[in-house]
Every structure is written in structure tokens, then in C-alpha cells.
């Protein structure tokens, strides 16, 4: 009756009455807890391997909240060498980071013992802290080291002198400069208006209570506007449907609109009226992509969206990086054409698509955005990813470099090089330089797009991208001056100014 | 003295394979002692030997015993065991003392030296059963009473425990506090060996179908969905999770192996997993535990904390960890980053400071147990003795297995403790006496079992007598 003695592997059962054999059973549940050692063994593998670099590097690791209070940290050097991010000791001992340059806060962040990090010192809290190694393997051999940590320097692409003017040329205004080297993605500044003192907030003293009034201010100083600031475009947009209209081959240079109606009675898209400010020299014929570029023309670029059609208006968006995140080192929004769920491949109607030709409608872009634009025009269609940083070097001397990297072609050298001649049209033309004429850096051909992007109430913001000299592009700019009026008023100046200065610096 | 035990019948017998094993294990724990002490002064020394001599004489002198009454039982199980203790000692001198404490008139006593306290005792149970329990009619006679005995303290639990909100796990009676649940396992392990074995053969046999299912006549039914209840029970009375867990597991488990029947396996899974959707409802705690389970990240401060900071842990150790001293502890300002560092996410630690090997190889202990305890429930005289070996191995190996995947987020995290390296008396205890047992009824100089006296209650006459 018993299956006493049941050796592993022994059968007994089948007959009424008879249990089954105990042994056989044993062997099954053997395999069954070894099934689950494997298991525990492949958890292991995965935290103490595949994840273990991950892991060690994130923010809320408190070997990394430890290395940030105790451990050396690597200074931030600008372009030319300025230090613009530096050790001190605090009052009690602790290591402190300060910040010479307030302008600098954009772009740097900050490294608080309290709040943590943001900014660059986020983006490279690993690098600058040394304890993430430079080459692979490292780790294995790290607890055989006396001194586990390789704080790494920073050098920055961007351009203190730059950076401040820009900040200055802002003054108290809400607004964004963004600028960019075409040729290599490096970013000569990044300027956010209003922005804070990183040097308070990292204090332990007053910080938390800094923290709180920045957070309850209405100008919203803690807000990135240059890489996070979703702001209307206006006409500065229309770089981009003529990028579409000309590659998607709806529109040569040589054609033309409006016709002399549209003109004078608007053109009416399903009933809705686009104009043009009324102006007397643009009445005896009707206009080419060049004159419509160079006068800002909303009936051209209507026509120019609507021939190009919905999808090719977003794909183009698309190529330049819009929809997604842009690949940067500082956290970035998603610029739209569109906010998408309309019938017209995510436009509601054709009144909307007419409306995003010219930049108005649900469109919606970062500065950055917008600097990558003019620096892709300027860099005869060819994207490069923006970089902050240049230079990695660690104490112990290793050196890594960012090189520029391309992200795609976005459009022909020979579509880039119409655009060009448009927006030098548009800065130096005529008729242009009523419009974006306080852009032209002197003695320089400069290229250029101003725009006034209408809102809902009050004035209108204040936009202008462009670049110099329009040969060989040195710097790509894009200017945002938040409800400050019309773009020739404030943008378009200052962009003027800030380009100048920039390309006299080498001198 | 020889000639004292030939007289009182007691043969002296040499345990080789234990001797060069309990020497292996005690120059790894002097090794990590000596290792432990260089890092923590921060020079070579070899540190205090106090703590782990102790520990080592004591295995040594329970080797001896065995020796001396000659007994033929299991050579691995007290090396292994052994072992986990010596990685528990490393990890409670490593950790900040003043976690646990206990003053005795002047005599100030910090985790490491408690949890030696507490070793010590095991280890003393351990041994005490090993050679003392010769023949086994006391677990299988009154299995009814062993029942009532586990009920009673569960009962107690609920009656004297405070109310709090989080798991009541501790009963207090005057001086003494202990984890109730620690104990009930293995009296539930006796209790169910008893019943299995008596009843087993009915419980193979089927005669209710239920679609695709066919089960045993209901009334044999009634055991499992009892089961089924206490299981519930404790998540309920004790809110303590992985109690449940284990027990449940046990269970089916060794009703599998009683009958062969993977429907059971199946059914119960199904029953526990309607109860847990249920309780996942109606208990809060059960919701946070399942929800951090699955994405701890959502809520990194609060109750994601302890999860994430495990695997921060695991992370930091990498592949040959920091080394014992040098985990985290040691470089933050506050001492044990890990809350619970000593009782739930003893393995979180020790994967960081020994790393993936070391991890491993503490796995690998558990391993050699599952194989020790199933291989003597193979060789077992009887249907009774092979349960309750089996029901016993179980106990230690799902326990650890449940922990260890919960630190690891492989489940949900369950407040039960690794066994023999968590600090804790209660749970100590219970794991030394499952050990004690499973090297009892490994030993075959030990009586042989009564003789089946179950069948002739289902005994037909084949023929009626004249």
C-alpha cells in the first residue's frame, strides 16, 4: 500500500488503491526549484551586469548623492577657456559649485546638494564626477583603486561673450537667443530670459527659500524657453514650407502668386480671407518665391503650403526634427506643426494648413528648433546634431572628443542655396530691408527671415533667424522676443547685433 | 570515555566528508572576517577573532557530538548551513551596530554579537534534535494536535498584536517577542506530511470531473480549500504576505508530490491567484506591494524607495562586488542606506559587497540544501518520513527563493527573511529545527517507522467470512 522507499525515477502508480510513487515526484519538483535558481541567477546577471552601469549612474543613487558632496568635481571651461562652473567649500566644509556667469544658467544648470542637478551638470553629473569610466572595463577594477574617481572638465562649444551680450541685449524682456556654428552643430550661446542665480540656489542657506519664490514668479525664470518654450512662429515659419513646397517640387522659384484678386480682396481658403498688408510696390505684378521670401508674402506662402499638401508639409517638418524631441544634451520639447487628430493628415481642415504656411495655426516651435533651421539652410541642407560640449578631459589626463556629427540631408544643396538667395533677399533686398534689414551684420552678406507671430491678444512676438556671412556661414541665429512687437522692431536688430559681435570675436 | 559510550551502546563514527567541509567553511569566515576588519581599519589585521572562534568551535563541537554518538546522517547539511551563518555574521559586524541591541546589566550587546547569540541557540536546537529524535511517532501521531497548536498561535497573533496598519508579525507575551509565523511553518510541514500520507492514495484517485478537470470525491476536497483559507488568513490576520506565499506554495507543492496529480498544482494556483485579485482589492497593503512590484519607479520616494535602493545595491556591486566593508554604507553620511538592511534586503547587501559571484554562490547554498533535503526524502523509509522531508527542504529553499526574487524584483517584495542569514531569533530557531529534523531522517541508524496502520480503514474484505 505504501510506496515506502520510493527511489527517485521508481513507478508504482496505475492500480486502485495504489498511491504514486513518491520518488518520481521528488525529481520533478528538483527541476522545478532549479528552473527557479536559473531564474534568480538570470535577475542577477541583469541588475549586476546588463543594468549595473545604469544603475550606479542614476541621480537618486545615493553613491552618486555621496560622490556630489564629497567627491572632486570637474570645472566647466566656455569656448575660450573661461571658467564658468568652479569649486568652493561651504561653510560647513561641504564642496559648493559656483557660477561666475549668471548668464551661463541655461545652459550650466546647477549641482545643489539639496535639489540635485539640471542643466548640463545633469547631462554630465557621471563625466563630472569621474565615476563612470571613460574606457570599457573599468569597472571591474575599480574597487582595487585608492582613489575611485576621475572628475572630467568640461569645455563647452558656446562662447561666454556671446552667451552674456545675448543676455544682455534681452535686458528685462521674456525671450530666447539661440545660436549655432552651421557647419559643426556646436551652440555659440543659449539664452533664456528671464533665467536665475544658480549661485543661490545652491546655497544651503537660502536656497530653499530662492527655490520657492522662483517657482511662485509669473515670468517663469526656472522654464528653459530656448530648449523647453513652445512659442508661435509667425513668418520666421515660412523657411520651412518653402523647404517643403521646393523639395516636394510644388513650387520652382519662378513661380508665382497671388493674383491680382487675391490681392486685393484676400485669398479665401473654404471662405476664410488670408491678406497681405496692403503695400503699393508689390501691386504691378504678381510675385516669385524670391520677392514673396523678401516681402513676407502670407497669400504666397498659403499657396505655396496648400500645393505642397498636408503630408509633405509634415514630413518636411519632420527632416528638420519637429514632432520629436531633439537629440541635444540639455532636455528638449517636441516642436508641431500641428496638434494632429484633424482629417487632413492631422490638420483639421485646409484653413489650418493655409494658416501653419506662414507659421500661424496650431504651429508651434522651440528657439533651438528654430536655430536648427537657419543652421541647416545655412549648412546647404545638412543637419548636424547641436552640442554644448566640445572637450571631455579627465584629471588623469584622457581626452574625449565630441566630434559634429550629421543627423541627416534634409534638403538639396540647390533647394538650400534658393532659400539663401531668399533670405539675403529678405535682409538686404529692396524692398527687404524694410522688413529685416537691421539683421545685416555690416560689410557681411547676411541672411535672414524676420517674423511677427500673432497671438490671441496683444502684441505680437517678436522673431528672427538667419545667418552670416551667407557664403560661408560661421553662425546661425534665431532670436525670440516674447510679445515685444514686430519683428523688425526688436528681434531683428538684435540678431543683427549679436552676429557682428560674434564674427568680430576672432579678429 | 570510549569505553563509556561502548557500554552505554554508542559506536563512535568519523564524519570526514563534515570535518574537511566545516574546515573549508571556517577559513572562508575567518578569511572575510580578517578581509572585513583590513577594510574597516583601513590597515592589514585579522580584526577580533572572538565572534567567529566562537561560531567555528561551536560548529566544531556539534561535529564532535555527532562524532561521538556515531551517528550515519547527512555529511553536507551542517557545513551548509554553517556557511549561511558565517556570511550572516560578516554581514550584521559590518553593519551599523546599534540596528538591533540588547543589554544585559552591563553588558551592551550590538547586532553582530546578538545574531551570534541567536546562532548560537540554533545551532544548539539543531543539534539537540539531530542526535535526540531517534523516532518520529510524536510529529505523526498527533498531527490533529500540531494543527491546533499552529491555529492557536495565529489565533494569539490576532487577539494580542496591536493594531497597526502594516504587517503584524510580532507576538509579545511579557519578555519575549518572536515571529509566530516562523514557527507555524514547520508545524504545518508536520501536520500536512501526517495527512498526506495517511490520505494520499484517496486524493490520487478521481471521481468528480469538473469540465476537463477530474478530481478526487469532493469530501478530500475540503483540506485544500481549508488550506486555501488559512493562506488567506494569515494575509489578512497577519497582513504578512509572503507567509501566505510560502505557505500556499509548500502546500501544493507536497500535494503534487503526495499524488502526482498537476491538476492540484493548477486549481490551487487558480484558487490563489482569485484570492489574491480579491485581496489586491479589498487590502491597501496588497495593492502597494503588487503595484511597487511592478514599477517602483513611479513613486521612488516613498514606497518605491526600498525596492530601487536594493537594486542601486545590486548595481554598485556589479560582477565582483565592492568587497565586505565597502558597500555604501561606509561612504554616505547616513549609516544603512537600506532600511530593513538586516532582516529583508540582507541579500541586497551582500550582493553588493561580494557581487554577482558571491550572490551566486549563496544561491548555490540554497541549491545544495533543495538537493540534501530531496535526495533524503528519496531514501526515506516511508510515505510519512519522505513528505516530511520533502515538506521540510521546501520550507527553507521557497522561503529563501521568495526573498531573494523579491529583492531582485523578479516578485513582489514580501517582508519574510532569508533563512539563517536575516537577523532574528524567531527565525533562526524555526530553520535550525527544520534542519535538526531533515538530518534526523537522514540518519539510517534511526528506528524504522510503525507499520502502516491506515489501509484497513479502506480495506474491503474480498470475501465475506462464513
Redesign the interface.
Known sequence: ????????GGES?GG???????????L???L???L??G???A???Y???V??????A?P????V??AA?NAPRGRILDASGEVVALNERGANGQRLRRYPYPAMTPVLGYQSLRFGTSGLERAFDAELTGLKPLGPGG??MR?FLSDPYDPSDLHLSVDVRLQAAAAAALGDDRGSVVAIEPATGRVLALVSNPTFDANRLVDTAGGPAYLESLRDERSTPLLNRATQGLFVPGSVYKIVTATAALGSDAIEPGTTYPTDEEYEDGFRVDGFAINDSPRSFQRDHPLDFYEATEVSSNIYFAHAGLDAGAEEMLAWAERFGFGAPLDFDLPTAASQVTSGGGPLAGFSDRVELANAAYGQAETLVTPLQMALVAACVANDGVLMRPHLVDRLESESGRISTVGPSEVRTVMSGADAEVITRAMVAAVEGEFGQFFAGGAKVPGVTTAGKSGSAQLEEGRPHSWFIGFAPAEQPRIAIAVLVERAGFGSEVAVPMAGDLMSLYLGLGD | MMTALYRAGIRPRLRNQETLLLALMGVALLAGWASLASQQAGRMTIGDPAIPGIYVGILFAIHVAFVLTGRRMDQVLLPVTGMLGSLSLLLMARLPQGLAGLSVGSLELGLAPLQLLWLSLALAVLAVLAVAVRNDNWLREYKYTWAAVGIGLLLLVFVLSPDTSGPRLSLQIGPIAGQPSELLKVILVVFLAGYLAEN??LL??TSTRIGPISLPPVPYLLPMVAMWGVALAIVIIQRDLGAALLFFTVFL?LL?????RFAYVVLGMAMFLGGAAILYQLFPLVRVRVDVWLDPWSD?LDTGFQI??A??A??????????LG?G?PA????PG?LPAIHTDFVYAAL?EEL??LG??AI?AL??VI??RG?RI???????FR??LA?GLT?VI?IQA?LI??GN???VPLTGITLPFISYGGSSLLANAIVIGLLLALSDRGVEP?PP?TH?RR?HLPLRSPA
Open positions: 500500500m505504501t510506496a515506502g522507499g520510493g527511489i527517485v502508480a486502485a488503491g495504489v498511491a504514486p510513487s513518491i520518488g518520481s515526484a521528488l520533478r519538483v528538483g522545478a526549484l532549479a527557479i535558481f531564474g534568480i541567477g535577475g542577477l546577471g541588475w549586476q551586469v543594468q549595473a552601469q545604469s544603475l550606479s542614476d537618486g543613487n545615493p553613491l548623492q555621496a558632496r569597472d571591474m574597487k | 494520499r492514495t490520487a484517485r507543492t503534487y508530490v503526495a499524488t502526482r521612488p530601487i535602493h537594486l542601486y545590486f548595481g554598485r556591486g556589479g560582477i565582483l562586488g565592492t568587497g565597502a555604501l561612504v554616505g553620511d547616513t542606506d550582493g557581487g554577482m550572490a551566486l544561491v540554497y541549491a533543495a538537493e530531496l526524502a528519496a531514501r526515506a523509509a516511508d510515505d519522505a513528505l520533502t521546501l529553499v527563493a531573494i526574487g531582485l524584483k523578479l517507522p502502516p489501509a479502506f
